[in-house]
């Protein structure tokens, strides 16, 4: 017994380790690729769009990826609590789409700039949500991380190859996002298949849907102070009064103004922008 559960852990961790060597390796390949077919207005736009669009995402994923695996893992052999556990986080991710749709929209409507590309916004938005919302949670904490690496894998491996045919101009850029979605609800479709025909989704109630909202809440909150920016992390190159080098540097802190008072009417906002980390000039440093 014990020989079989360490094989199993064994094979389990090779299987992550395998589906984060995919996730990382593939924009090694897609992400140079597009900035040198798509240039680099073009690219530019793009890569705001899908940053934009990933806080979409974390809002759908909640905190279910650490939360949900562990209440199923510890419900395994409860069959009916698994049935009911997956019908309230369903309707969970309902709702949280929903309310990603409606900022992806305020956002489309308040902002010139995602206006002026609101369409690819609007696909890479749809990746997001579509991507967030599969139930790998429920197949990790039933330990079915094979079947969450093939159809990962599946999805990552023909976004790939279908960008790299059909994307050969700056106009193309809409089929980025385009391709993108189609695997990402053909995956959510297969995930929810697998599940469905196993431990079917009946007696959703979104009264428990907002309980189990509540009860994630405090771990999704250090989720977001993990992936959010902090303002002060970013300073103006024009701003300093004795500009030698873009950035700041640990040795002259009062050189460094956050954009939001560089872009105020008493000082001249400057058109670059250099991210800092740690204080450091990393121009200086080669980081």
Wanted: hydrophobic share 45%; net charge positive.
């Amino acid at each position: 017994m014990a020989r079989s559960s360490q094989r199993r852990l064994t094979h389990n961790i090779g299987v992550l380790y395998g589906l984060q060597a995919v996730r990382y390796v593939t924009p090694l390949v897609l992400v140079p690729y597009l900035a040198s077919t798509l240039g680099v207005a073009t690219w530019g736009v793009l890569s705001l769009a899908q940053g934009l669009a990933l806080y979409l995402g974390t809002l759908v994923e909640y905190s279910f990826p650490a939360m949900g695996t562990r209440t199923v893992a510890a419900l395994r052999e409860d069959r009916a609590r698994l049935q009911q556990v997956l019908a309230d986080v369903t309707a969970a991710k309902g709702l949280l789409g929903t309310v990603s749709l409606g900022l992806a929209l305020a956002l489309a409507l308040g902002v010139p700039e995602v206006r002026a590309a609101a369409g690819l916004f609007g696909g890479c938005a749809a990746v997001a949500v579509l991507q967030a919302a599969a139930p790998y949670w429920f197949l990790n904490g039933l330990e079915r991380m094979r079947l969450v690496a093939g159809i990962t894998t599946a999805e990552r491996a023909l976004g790939l190859g279908l960008i790299l045919v059909l994307v050969r101009e700056p106009a193309d850029v809409w089929k980025v996002p385009a391709v993108q979605a189609v695997l990402a609800a053909g995956a959510l479709a297969a995930g929810y298949g697998i599940v469905g025909r196993a431990y079917p989704i009946r007696g959703m109630s979104w009264r428990r849907a907002a309980g189990v909202l509540r009860q994630g809440w405090p771990l999704f909150t250090s989720v977001l102070a993990v992936r959010g920016m902090r303002p002060r992390a970013w300073c103006c190159s024009g701003c300093s009064p004795r500009r030698r080098r873009p950035g700041c540097m640990r040795r002259r802190r009062k050189s460094c103004v956050p954009v939001r008072a560089c872009c105020s009417p008493s000082r001249r906002p400057s058109i670059r922008v250099w991210p800092t980390s740690c204080g450091r000039d990393w121009r200086r440093d080669g980081r």
